[in-house]
């Protein structure tokens, strides 16, 4: 079992925690600490359900699946961020892409597991 930070798909997650760490800073106060801060909030647990699928045998289809939730309600925050314009459409379509790169990474490993 490779150790959780070696995982492709623990990379591309943590590479998109700190994107949205990143540009959460410059959306308007009223959208800053609530969706913002939710969508931290959301990421963080994504990663934390995908370390603890590659910790554990017992129950890993279950923190995959849970980590998929996550990763819908990720896309669902970032498009309306977008909708109430407080994201560009380039930075939205970049990380639209990792959010598409994990959705399929985390499909394959609950197919193989």
Same mark, same amino acid.
């Given at each position: *079992?490779?150790?959780?930070?070696? $995982? ?6 943590? !590479?998109?925690? +700190?994107? &949205? ?5 410059? +959306?308007? =106060? !009223? ?14 647990? *994504? #990663?934390?359900? #995908?370390? =603890?699928?590659?910790?554990? +045998? @017992?129950?890993? @289809?279950? =923190? &995959? ?13 970032? =498009? ?8 560009? +459409?380039?930075?939205?379509?970049? &990380? ?9 990474? $985390?499909?394959?490993?609950? &197919?193989?597991?």
């Amino acid at each position: *079992m490779p150790t959780y930070d070696n $995982l492709p798909v623990y990379k591309t997650s943590y !590479d998109l925690l +700190l994107a &949205i760490f990143n540009f959460s800073q410059s +959306l308007t =106060r !009223d959208y800053k600490y609530t969706i913002g801060d939710n969508l931290k909030t959301e990421t963080v647990a *994504m #990663i934390t359900n #995908i370390y =603890r699928a590659n910790s554990t +045998l @017992s129950n890993r @289809s279950d =923190r &995959i699946q849970s980590a998929r939730e996550n990763l819908e309600v990720i896309r669902l925050f970032l =498009r309306l961020l977008k909708d109430l314009k407080q994201i560009s +459409l380039t930075k939205f379509i970049t &990380i639209n892409e990792s959010i598409e790169s994990i959705s399929k990474q $985390l499909t394959a490993w609950k &197919i193989h597991s």
